[in-house]
């Protein structure tokens, strides 16, 4: 059983372009996490929700919405997309605050996006 | 502000031969520290984390890591490599609140 599972796996887009990503997880975990991975395979964190109200709010474009409808799920919808949102983009999940111990994050697949 | 620093970016090794790996942080205050593995096209797994207590952790697939608060190290080990360690490697490390801070991550590439 997928643990951590996100969709669509890649995503093909115009600058421009509206889209979503969709993030889900089946391990009854709290929070909730979205990473972007560069070119380089630098890891970012972005947002945290935990039980649907945002804790984690990075200098992200606000063009980037997470979006909680329930504590299992977790969407990112990106507007109006540059050539720079281009990455790949991890979603997490963990039992409460990771701080505490035995509450490590698990990670998706990713999905990879790509502007053009 | 916390930060992760990996200063091996690449490293080539052979089949059987030892692995060490840095990992150096900047925080002054209790912090919780990970290392993730993550081969080619998939996501991150976790190797190993250190919370508390012996500073020597041991992880999945042989890996272990030191924990030395002194130096602010937590470097990754492994005494013998095998072709299908052949990944990326991040040290993350967190404190007190949810955010995990990423190294820059080790590329590892292990020949036969």
């Known amino acids: 059983d997928t643990a951590v599972s996100q969709t669509p796996k890649y995503l093909v887009t115009q600058m421009g372009n509206d889209k979503s990503i969709k993030c889900e997880q089946n391990l009854g975990h709290d929070t909730m996490y979205w990473y972007k991975q560069d070119s380089k395979k630098f890891l970012k964190i972005m947002f945290s929700y935990n039980n649907k109200e945002l804790i984690i709010n990075e200098t992200v474009p606000n063009r980037f919405s997470p979006k909680s409808p329930d504590k299992a799920h977790l969407n990112l919808h990106i507007n109006s997309l540059e050539l720079g949102d281009s990455a790949v983009y991890f979603c997490?999940?963990?039992?409460?605050?990771?701080?505490?111990?035995?509450?490590?994050?698990?990670f998706g697949p990713g999905t990879r996006l790509t502007v053009l | 502000a916390q930060s992760v620093s990996q200063h091996n970016h690449h490293v080539i090794l052979s089949e059987a031969a030892s692995l060490e790996l840095g990992c150096n942080y900047s925080y002054g205050g209790t912090v919780n520290l990970f290392w993730y593995v993550q081969y080619p096209g998939q996501h991150l797994q976790l190797l190993l984390k250190?919370?508390?207590?012996?500073?020597l952790v041991k992880g999945i697939k042989g890996f272990e890591a030191e924990f030395i608060k002194s130096k602010f190290s937590f470097n990754l080990r492994k005494p013998s490599v095998q072709w299908s360690d052949t990944a990326e490697y991040f040290c993350a490390v967190n404190g007190d609140t949810d955010k995990l801070i990423f190294g820059t991550g080790t590329r590892l590439q292990v020949f036969p």
């Open positions: 997490a999940s963990s039992r409460q605050e990771t701080s505490r111990p035995g509450n490590e994050q698990f």
């Open positions: 250190y919370f508390s207590g012996d500073p």
